[in-house]
């Protein structure tokens, strides 16, 4: 498990083993092995795989974010009069 950890740490770049992003990917580690997948490389895939589809729902929520703030900032603008 130690192995597909540093694997999977290395394959999406993470550096940094005090960031919070970290925990996730051990706790799905974890969850792998749990269901009997022993082999380091298909740790390190299946975790990816799981990470990746969370990342894509991440991005879209701050998508959406965004523009809600864009929507907000120009109803709030100056320049944008009621209707007379």
């Known amino acids: 498990m130690t192995d597909a950890y540093g694997r999977t740490l290395r394959a999406i770049c993470l550096i940094d083993r005090n960031d919070p ?3 996730l990917v051990a706790k799905k580690i974890i969850e792998l092995g749990q269901r009997r997948v022993r ?10 795989k799981s990470l990746a589809s969370a990342r894509q729902e991440l991005l879209r929520k701050a998508r959406q974010a965004e523009t809600g703030s864009h ?3 120009w109803r709030r603008s100056p320049g944008l009069q009621p209707p007379k």
Do not use: N, P, R
């Open 21 to 23: 992003i970290t925990d």
């Open 39 to 48: 082999e380091a490389m298909q740790l390190s895939v299946g975790s990816q």
């Open 71 to 73: 929507m907000s900032e």
